[in-house]
């Protein structure tokens, strides 16, 4: 019986009938998520210029980060204790009401409001479609899954941010929210059945004895932690913003925060960078930080300071995912060349830091740098 399973799994696809609904709900739901995240910063120098709150821009994109967090920390918990479809609803409504809110935003304290439900929503969708590829298909095929989550990330990675800037140059900014929300409630209307088969499924196969006390305490630590490292860091983030006397307070309250949540989540020896994995995570937060907020500061820096077109500005973006792209390939071979991993390291560092250069020689207005150029710099940085 179970070869006879075996076998058949073996002869079906991603795509066969038995699988379909899930995979192409799935795959829906990440090409929504990656699409929030890649595009908006394209669109995002229009609705700032529109409603105006400058200030607030980076808050759009800070306030959906640490609501992920929380999002992330509290799905897996939630989902151990009420299976994958309740959660997935909850997380539906979340991200697709941030989307609404975002669309509709009179002012940009509005949007960083809606990008707050986003980010919950987001982290959710993240961690029901990874835990729905690891139980809703066998081992056979889960590979060819897999890939093909990855490429629902890729592909709107790619056209989002050109995409992006076309809506919000031919219609409004605000269809780059609105143009999202059907999308996530239709996924999950589509894995609803085959969620809810495996949700079963669990239950009947879930040992007697073990369940509500133990998750619940585990929901709780997950939800817990979550929140007191995105209070920490909100409140560090807040701090500039805030007159001198707010400011030390939200430092004094934030920075025990900030350093309990880090040290709960990260490997001990992180703070001090100690040798081996601890000194690699501070080194690839270090390199992610300095990547990810230019990115998302380009679209608004060549729009406002260069004047280029939103559309063009995308174009720079979706160059730098072409070069990650490329970048990810890359150290196989090098690998294979001779070469370290940590001269490998070192060279995507000094890659990351020739891109940001050409990237601020092109921003600076003082110095002839023609705009193609910018996106040759994140091609290399990326």
């Known amino acids: 019986m179970a070869n006879r399973q075996r076998e058949s799994s073996m002869a079906e696809g991603v795509l066969s009938p038995r699988f379909r609904a899930l995979a192409i709900g799935l795959v829906t739901l990440v090409a929504a998520a990656a699409f929030s995240r890649l595009g908006v910063s394209t669109a995002l120098p229009a609705a700032a210029e529109e409603l105006g709150g400058l200030a607030l821009y980076g808050w759009v994109f800070t ?28 997380g539906t409504v979340s991200f697709a009401g941030g989307l609404l809110i975002s669309s509709l935003a009179p002012t940009m304290s509005v949007i960083v409001l809606g990008r707050v439900f986003q980010g919950l929503g987001a982290g959710a969708l993240s961690v029901a479609a990874y835990s729905a590829i690891g139980k809703g298909f066998p081992d056979q095929i889960r590979p060819k899954m897999l890939a093909l989550n990855a490429s629902a990330f890729t592909i709107p990675s790619l056209v ?17 929210f609105g143009i999202l929300v059907p999308l996530a409630p239709l996924a999950a209307f589509l894995v609803r059945r085959p969620l809810g088969r495996i949700d079963r499924q669990a239950t009947r196969t879930t040992e007697p004895g073990v369940a509500p006390s133990e998750n619940r305490r585990t929901l709780l630590r997950g939800l817990g932690w979550g929140l ?11 701090a500039p913003n805030l007159p001198v ?22 490997p001990a020896g992180t703070l001090t960078a100690r040798r081996g994995l601890p000194a690699n995570v ?6 992610s930080m300095a990547f990810f907020t230019a990115d998302l500061f380009i679209p608004l820096a060549l729009t406002s300071v260069r004047g280029i077109s939103a559309t063009l500005a995308g174009i720079v973006l979706t160059a730098g995912i072409i070069g990650w792209t ?5 150290p196989a071979r090098l690998l294979k060349w001779g070469m370290t991993k940590g001269g490998i390291a070192r060279l995507g560092a000094i890659l990351v830091i020739a891109g940001l250069t050409v990237i601020g020689a092109v921003i600076l207005t003082t110095v002839p740098v023609p705009v193609p150029v910018a996106a040759v710099g994140w091609i290399i940085a990326g």
Do not use: K
């Open 63 to 90: 306030a959906f980060t640490l609501a992920n967090i929380v999002g992330l920390a509290v799905a897996g918990p939630v989902f151990d204790r009420f299976g994958i479809v309740r959660p997935l609803a909850v």
């Open 160 to 176: 989002g941010p050109v995409l992006a800037g076309l809506i919000a140059e031919t219609l409004t900014w605000r269809w780059v």
């Open 228 to 238: 007191v490292l995105s209070v920490g860091l909100g409140a560090v983030l807040i």
């Open 245 to 266: 006397q707010w400011a030390l307070v939200a430092l004094v309250v934030g920075l025990p925060f900030a350093y309990l949540g880090v040290r709960r989540v990260l």
């Open 282 to 287: 501070v080194f690839a937060a270090a390199l």
């Open 326 to 330: 490329a970048g990810a390939y890359a």
